[in-house]
């Protein structure tokens, strides 16, 4: 399994930015589909955004469809998450998921490997 690693999360003011990064070892991640969920206190996973293996095709939440953007760099082993407009609504433990040789679906129970996770918290 490949081993994934978030970071990037912080604390910022509504209207701001963050990057997150998901960094792969351990295999390459060009074999996996990636998605980023998120889980809000008392809330179940959802996903947010997905990526396909070749990065050509992504798939959106609407509540974050035109505010934020995924993006992967598979020579660095890499997935990018660009979050603009952030809203107190997007508080939550952000995940990096890789399914591997699949394409990212919604359901968490399609991948195979889990970073820990990287809060995000917004103030209004």
């Known amino acids: 399994q490949v081993r994934l690693v978030e970071s990037g999360g912080g604390l910022v003011q509504a209207g701001g930015s963050l990057r997150l990064s998901c960094a792969a070892s351990?295999?390459?991640?060009?074999?996996?589909?990636v998605a980023w969920f998120r889980q809000a206190p008392g809330k179940e996973r959802e996903f947010v955004v997905g990526?396909?293996?070749?990065?050509?095709?992504?798939f959106y939440a609407d509540s974050v469809n035109g505010r934020f953007i995924i993006s992967r760099d598979n020579t660095g082993n890499t997935v990018y998450l660009q979050m603009n407009s952030l809203k107190p609504e997007d508080t939550a433990v952000y995940y990096c998921a890789a399914a591997e040789f699949k394409s990212p679906g919604v359901s968490p129970t399609a991948y195979d490997s889990w970073g820990q996770g990287t809060q995000v918290t917004i103030s209004s």
């Open positions: 990526i396909t293996r070749s990065g050509t095709n992504t």
């Open positions: 351990g295999r390459t991640l060009v074999d996996y589909g």
